[in-house]
């Protein structure tokens, strides 16, 4: 069962982040903060106005955790491929390299919502899947 959770509810943890750009290029990309439960090569759940898409967990140069893209499904977003939803989400906001964003921790290790400084979100938050099911899951592809 989904709940439905308010990013300003006492549970939710919001942590800033700043959106930058992958090296020299002028891809988008967001350094996830030390504390966030996730590590390269997770997928994890990211909600963008509303809807959940899947993100690939990428390790940095520097070693830090990022979030390059947003996608369909768990494949899509291994794959880097096919439409990147973050990116309309970017450039519908207007928020330039170097602003912040908020990341509203959800499901730790799980899910995760992203949102602009100000305005207030309400999140449909599941619960990740058993282990077991996540193998399944993850074979299936």
């Known amino acids: ?7 300003d509810h006492e549970t939710v943890q919001t942590h800033r982040v700043t959106l930058g750009t992958a ?5 988008p990309e967001l350094a996830l903060p ?10 994890v759940r990211l909600t963008l106005d ?15 955790a990022h979030l390059r893209g947003a996608f369909e499904n768990a494949r899509l977003a291994r794959e880097g491929d096919g439409e990147n939803p ?7 906001t207007g928020v330039e390299p170097g602003r912040s964003l908020l ?3 959800l499901s730790a290790g799980y899910h995760y ?24 899951a993850d074979s299936l592809g």
């Not at 030390?34 to 997928?43: K, Q």
Request: proline fraction near 4%; glycine fraction near 12%; aromatic fraction near 6%.
């Open 86 to 92: 973050l990116l309309d989400w970017i450039d519908d």
């Open 103 to 105: 990341l509203d921790v």
């Open 34 to 43: 030390e504390s966030i439960d996730a590590s390269d090569g997770d997928i």
């Open 50 to 64: 509303g809807r959940a898409y899947y993100a690939l967990v990428e390790a940095g140069l520097d070693g830090t």
């Open 1 to 7: 069962m989904a709940d439905r959770i308010a990013s």
């Open 113 to 136: 919502g992203l949102r602009e400084p100000g305005q207030r979100a309400v999140y449909t938050v599941h619960e990740p899947p058993q282990g077991s099911l996540s193998d399944i």
């Open 23 to 27: 090296g020299r290029t002028s891809r």
